[in-house]
């Protein structure tokens, strides 16, 4: 009887950290506290533990997927979740073009067909909170958003063409040991299309309209505002059958804790 709890208590102290393990080409993210930068009446927005994919979606990743799972190859993607610009640099249902790098991030996909892609690996997309919170950090700090070299670094990237055509990891880690959250392509997020509430009334329709127009980044007094105004109005401007040469996608994962 004492040998069976024995091997019992052995087998619970192997399983115990695996609950809680870190997921290939994934890493932890601790959870906290943030304040997004889409308005001076912002209020704080606490963030929970989860798992982020260390890299984009690349167009070696997708075309595995297509093939495991043929209603996404570019020949039979019902058109209502995926527009007539879906995997438009891919030359057949299961080959990008030759001009493209397998190791390049995947462009040219619907937020149907990213999430899909997401919920295929029992992951997720990540929700804008989510994405934002990680994305505040540079090489060496996890909120960096009040280092001007930063900022400009950021809109730099945004002002340069064809960086989707680059290979995922061309830019250093972050202090998360995330790459390529800025620099590379815009991402979906799960909620991309939420409504954002710049006071804490909806009856500040215009101000809350205005985050999505040229004026409000030109109003912004600070490199963050605009860096993050750009970011909030693209997703404004998005319909969730897009599918554009800029923007790619990346997974989350939920932690499970041991007590759930």
């Known amino acids: 009887m004492n040998k069976q709890i024995f091997r019992l208590l052995l087998l619970f102290l192997m399983i115990q950290p695996l609950l809680n393990a870190q997921t290939k080409d994934m890493v932890i993210i601790k959870g906290g506290q943030y304040i997004p930068l889409y308005g001076k009446k912002s209020t704080l927005v606490k963030v929970k533990d989860f798992e982020m994919d260390i890299y984009p979606v690349s167009n070696k990743d ?25 995997l438009t640099n891919w030359k057949n249902d299961v080959q990008i073009k030759d001009t ?6 995947v462009t040219y996909v619907s937020w149907y067909a990213a999430k899909d892609y997401c919920e295929c690996q029992n992951k997720r997309l990540p929700t804008i909170d989510e994405w934002e919170y990680v994305a505040m950090a540079d090489e060496t700090t996890k909120d960096a958003r009040s280092k001007p ?42 909620d991309f299309n939420a409504v954002l509430i710049s006071g ?6 215009d ?4 985050l999505f127009c040229g004026s409000a980044s030109l109003n912004a007094t600070d490199l963050m505002n605009y860096a993050a105004f750009m970011r909030y109005a693209f997703r404004g ?24």
């Open 237 to 260: 401007s998005l319909k969730a059958n897009y599918s554009m040469k800029n923007l790619g996608f990346r997974c989350v994962k939920d932690i499970i804790k041991k007590d759930q």
């Open 100 to 105: 493209e790098l397998d190791n390049s991030p």
């Open 200 to 205: 804490e009334s909806r009856k500040d329709v």
């Open 62 to 86: 997708y075309k595995n997927f297509v093939k495991q799972y043929p209603k996404w190859q570019k020949s039979k993607a019902i058109k209502l979740f995926a527009d007539e610009m879906y």
């Open 207 to 210: 101000n809350d309209s205005n």
């Open 149 to 190: 070299t930063f900022n400009k670094q950021i809109l730099s990237w945004y002002e340069t063409p064809k960086t989707n055509e680059n290979s995922i990891g061309s830019h250093p880690k972050n202090a998360w040991g995330v790459y390529d959250l800025h620099g590379l392509v815009w991402e979906w997020t799960l």
